[in-house]
Nanobody, 123 residues
Framework: QVQLVESGGGLVQPGGSLRLSCAAS????????MDWYRQAPGKQRELVAA???????DYADSVKGRFTISRDNAKKTVYLQMNSLKPEDTAVYYC?????????????????WGQGTQVTVSS
């Protein structure tokens, strides 16, 4: 009913930048919080950045001052601008959204994940 599609990952040198995008589509009535998580090999998935429907943001300490989360509600898209990238930022990055779904028969709230996009920071 709802799909999240991430894009923008890739290979970048230390100190470089990338911009991730995550577009939501489907039977969406509204979207509450939208978040970015990441998971490095052998590690647990961790919250990187979050943004509420009224644009309040929060960041993991490890990315504060380097990453910026933003959203375009008209496009149902959340972005993650990543600057001054470090090798330890290497991970699969996942988009998450808290969505109010509406169908012809029901209306409910659910959590959705994207498929992930690989970010590799290496020289």
């Amino acid at each position: 009913q709802v799909q999240l599609v991430e894009s923008g990952g890739g290979l970048v040198q230390p100190g470089g930048s990338l911009r991730l995008s995550c577009a939501a589509s489907g039977n969406i009535f509204s979207i509450n919080a939208m978040d970015w998580y990441r998971q490095a090999p052998g590690k647990q998935r961790e919250l990187v950045a979050a943004i509420t429907s009224d644009d309040s943001t929060d960041y993991a300490d490890s990315v504060k001052g380097r990453f910026t989360i933003s959203r375009d509600n008209a496009k149902k898209t959340v972005y993650l601008q990543m600057n001054s990238l470090k090798p330890e930022d290497t991970a699969v990055y996942y988009c998450n959204a808290d969505v109010v779904v509406v169908t012809t028969k029901s209306k409910f709230r659910a959590d959705y994940w994207g498929q992930g996009t690989q970010v590799t920071v290496s020289s």
